[in-house]
């Protein structure tokens, strides 16, 4: 039962245009959401995060939104560059401090 | 250089053969975690822990053994019984506490099981 769920495997952008990542959850329980970026072959790296008592968090280029009601988080990231071409998981924070991951998007910046 | 290093990058082994994935962190974080990943699946936790001497089974712990006798190392085993073993190990760790959430990735081990 996937808790945490991105639909999209993958997406295409061509530079300079924004990305937009989105994220699904289904336990409203979840109050912290986490943000990583993955290259092939090595560990993902922590992105930008948000706690459930915001709905937006902004840090440079990238921005991820929640949405409680709809249990909905997105990622935003504008301008794209060619070097944000990677998988890109969300994680949600479970009761237990343990972190429930999505299936990851692919991200493709083109030029 | 703080960080979280995992030994070998890549591994090869028979079926029905044991075999230790390292995992070493020097950030002096309190928790530990392993993951693994396979195509299309995400992340998914086999075992983790917050404390030395003390872990906990994750989601499909099944196949798997840990063990934390030093707060710097959490090395797992994969054993025979694990039936797909082949797949991509992540080793993370974080500080314990309230407010720190974000976890600290290694830059992972394949294993290849044939």
């Known amino acids: 039962d996937q808790q945490v769920k991105q639909n999209s495997p993958s997406l295409s952008v061509q530079e300079g245009r924004i990305s937009i990542l989105n994220c699904d959850y289904t336990n409203s329980m979840f109050d912290y959401f986490l943000w990583y970026k993955k290259y092939p072959a090595e560990g993902p790296t922590f992105l930008i995060s948000?706690?459930?008592?915001?709905d937006k968090n902004e840090d440079g280029r990238f921005t991820v939104f929640l949405n409680k009601s709809a249990k909905h988080l997105s990622l935003h990231i504008v301008p794209s560059q060619p070097g944000d071409s990677a998988v890109y998981f969300c994680a949600a924070l479970a009761y237990t401090d343990k972190l429930i991951f999505g299936t990851g998007t692919r991200l493709q910046v083109f030029p | 250089d703080g960080g979280i290093t995992q030994s070998p990058k890549y591994l090869f082994r028979k079926e029905g053969q044991n075999v230790t994935l390292s995992c070493e962190q020097n950030l002096n974080h309190d928790a530990m975690y392993w993951y693994r990943q396979d195509p299309g699946q995400g992340l998914r936790l086999i075992y983790y822990s917050q404390i030395v001497n003390d872990f906990q089974k994750g989601d499909i712990a099944e196949g798997y053994s840990v063990s934390r006798e030093k707060k710097e190392s959490f090395p797992l085993t994969v054993t025979s019984a694990q039936k797909n073993p082949t797949a991509f190990y992540l080793c993370a760790s974080k500080w314990a506490g309230t407010g720190n959430y974000e976890q600290y990735f290694g830059p992972g081990t394949r294993l290849t099981v044939t």
């Open positions: 948000i706690s459930s008592i915001k």
